[in-house]
């Protein structure tokens, strides 16, 4: 096991310095959100997706998309329909993977973000944390957009930093790692 979260963290480390020019701040940046858990405190937060559902047991992973009032939330909340296809794909090989999607829009675009959440179909958990708990607890997640998208494992570690939407290698790896851990 060690060896295979060893090989996962090099691989991750790899793919993600190789692809930037900052080597040396990406690698602080993920060292750091990798330094403890992440702490999903989303029953704290409004629910507001379509279906209103939640998942009722742990999930081996999941995905976070997190979007804080420095970006344009609304904007991030209507490109989340290029998830669609890929949580389809990953429900239908396994029900170990569960997705949050967390935006605290500044008190100002909330209005704008409720308009705009009220029109999307979206069947999985979107969240509204307009008191910036997610923030508030996962201090060492850093304020630059590129690291609010990740997976976590069961322990709510952070295992990959990347949109595997718009990154092949982030998807690539995300897809070994989920084969390695059914085995």
């Known amino acids: ?8 963290a090099l691989l991750l480390l790899c793919s993600i310095v190789s692809s930037c020019n900052r080597d040396k701040d990406v690698y602080a940046n993920i060292m750091q959100m990798k330094s403890k ?12 997706s379509y279906k209103n559902r939640v998942d009722t047991f742990p999930k081996q992973f999941y995905w ?3 979007s804080d009032s420095v970006d344009c939330s609304s904007c991030r909340l209507t490109n989340l329909v290029h998830w669609n296809d890929f949580i389809y794909e990953i429900k239908e090989s396994t029900n170990s993977v569960g997705f949050r999607f967390i935006f ?3 008190k100002k675009d909330i209005g704008s973000f409720m308009c705009a959440a009220g029109n999307l179909k979206f069947s999985t958990q979107v969240y509204l944390d307009s008191a910036n708990i997610f923030e508030h607890q996962n201090q060492h997640i850093p304020s630059d957009v590129l690291f609010h998208t990740f997976l976590l494992d069961e322990n709510m570690n952070v295992v990959l930093v ?3 939407i718009r990154n092949k290698e ?4 995300f897809w070994d790692i989920l084969k390695g851990k059914e085995r």
């Not at 982030?170 to 790896?173: D, E, L």
């Open 104 to 106: 605290s829009p500044s």
């Open 162 to 164: 990347g949109d595997p």
């Open 64 to 66: 976070v998309v997190y």
């Open 37 to 48: 858990p992440v702490t999903l405190s989303c029953d704290s937060m409004r629910l507001i």
């Open 1 to 8: 096991m060690w060896n295979f979260k060893f090989a996962l």
């Open 170 to 173: 982030i998807n690539k790896i």
